[in-house]
């Protein structure tokens, strides 16, 4: 368990990343069960249609014109920036903020991963209405929204008081006024 310096209590950062880990493995195990059961066609299950895709673009097949590499070279170092940040923030950023990162980071992975083999995302979950995602996107849409609630929801930390002088220590004097 690593210990932060100053407050020394656990950082969060193996949590962050533990959970990240599981959110990428739970993907690309959806992922996984897609591609081998969805070959025959759509699943109908009400407002919900399990419905096999790739997608070679991002979101809502954004840059899906792009070479398969160039996404896949932008969307690694987009990961790799949110990791660092996640990395280097943990020791600061309240608890649902590091799960808010972690969710992120976890779906980012996933869809890299997933990306990595083919140059395109497996997406399978259809609603007719809106763009055909899966588990990943689904993580970090979650991620961002508790993000941004754990951001408008945590108070400003108050600035430290000013020192206590020491016993038998004379303050010293306020410059005077010109």
Do not use: C
Request: cysteine-free; charged content about 15%.
């Amino acid at each position: 368990m690593q210990l932060d310096a100053k407050t020394t209590r656990p950082t969060g950062r193996a949590a962050l990343f533990t959970i990240a880990a599981v959110g990428a493995v739970v993907d690309l195990a959806a992922k996984v069960l897609a591609e081998r059961n969805l070959l025959d066609g759509p699943v109908d299950l009400g407002p919900l249609q399990l419905r096999l895709l790739h997608n070679e673009g991002v979101a809502f097949s954004l840059g899906s014109s792009l070479p398969a590499w160039v996404v896949t070279v932008v969307t690694a170092l987009i990961t790799l920036g949110v990791a660092l940040y996640a990395h280097r923030t943990a020791p600061t950023t309240p608890r649902w903020g590091r799960v808010a990162l972690a969710l992120v980071l976890g779906g980012a992975v996933g869809n890299l991963v997933d990306r990595a083999f083919d140059g395109a995302v497996t997406d399978y979950f259809h609603t007719g209405w809106f763009a055909t995602f899966n588990v990943a996107d689904v993580l970090i849409s979650a991620g961002a929204v508790l993000l941004v609630l754990v951001t408008l929801l945590t108070p400003e930390p108050k600035p430290d008081p000013e020192p206590e002088p020491e016993p038998g220590s004379t303050p010293e004097p306020e410059p005077a006024e010109r």
